[in-house]
């Protein structure tokens, strides 16, 4: 639930002003005023599950979205029923949209890949929950290799926009009529960052598949140990299960979210120090925390 001084869990991440929202519960709109986020690159919601704490905030975003005008599409991706629950809401409430809709279900044929677009390709899987529940992978897309000013220099290409142009996959003319390709001065490309998504689950090989060597990891850490019991009676994780997926899946970073509000903020110190006993690269994520993920050294 929602608390005073506690949001519910949700994640945006944000690449070259575009802006990919992971569940979206009662009061997202709050943290998302608070962060400063703002509305425009906003492109993306992934839903995990219908759970009350992971979609309740959807219709109002929907309609705070709407208030900008000449909004780009939206798309909505989520388990089955997403899209009659959020039909229903509409119709009920009569709220307007301004911008086209997608919603994308998942079925049981369904690929691996939910979404892609020019930066990025979400991955979705299965998880163990009370009810149906999604985990996701974002995967930036690859960059191209490093631009060899050298190589260039010895094609002709004179130092100008025409190094930006080659640098960003495209081909050019030079004056005397000569193409050059991109792969003329560009090394091997690189690979972008990755993240994983994971919450309201009991562990389950499809985590090591989402989670597997990216750079970071928001995992559902919702128990202490000593309520072990507890966890596996409702379908959630203890601090040291997720800790324990994110060392053997190889994870660089750890964010340990999703956390019981049986737990107060003081509590927060002690499930982190449960959880670096078993990972080292584990922290406890709090409102409004701000993670910044660096490339990999070439």
């Known amino acids: 639930m929602p608390l005073p001084n506690r949001l519910l869990t949700s994640l945006a991440v944000r690449l070259d002003g575009r802006i990919y929202l992971f569940d979206a519960g009662e009061g997202t709109q709050i943290g998302w005023k608070r962060a400063q986020l703002g509305l425009r690159g906003f492109s993306l919601l992934a839903v995990t599950h219908l759970h009350a704490d992971h979609c309740l905030g959807i219709p109002g975003l929907l309609m705070l979205r709407a208030q900008m005008d000449d909004p780009d599409p939206f798309t909505i991706v989520g388990p089955p ?9 509409r119709k009920t409430l009569d709220f307007y949209l301004n911008y086209p809709l997608e919603i994308i279900e998942w079925s049981h044929i369904e690929e691996e890949l939910a979404y892609e677009d020019a930066k990025v390709r979400l991955f979705w ?7 149906f529940c999604l ?6 897309r690859e960059r191209p290799g490093r631009f060899n000013p050298g190589r260039a220099a010895q094609l002709g290409v004179p130092k100008g926009s025409g190094w930006g142009q080659l640098q960003a996959g ?13 792969d003329q001065v560009l090394g091997p490309s690189r690979c972008g960052r990755h993240l994983a998504y994971v919450v309201d689950t009991r562990p389950v090989k499809a985590l090591y598949r989402l989670c597997r060597k990216v750079d970071i990891a928001f995992l559902e850490g919702m128990f202490l140990p000593e309520h072990a019991e507890h966890a596996s009676a409702k379908g959630h994780l203890t601090v040291v299960e997720a800790a324990r997926i994110a060392r053997r899946a190889e994870v660089k970073q750890a964010v340990l979210v999703h956390i019981s509000p049986r737990y107060d903020d003081e509590d927060l110190a002690l499930l982190e120090s449960k959880a670096l006993e078993t990972f080292e690269q584990a922290v406890v994520g709090r409102d409004l925390a701000m993670y910044s993920i660096a490339y990999e050294k070439d």
């Open 81 to 89: 029923g997403i899209k009659v629950f959020l039909q229903e809401t």
């Open 135 to 140: 985990g996701y992978r974002l995967e930036e």
């Open 170 to 182: 495209k081909e050019i003319v030079l004056e005397n009529g000569v193409t050059i390709r991109p």
């Open 125 to 131: 899987q299965p998880l163990k929950h009370t009810r």
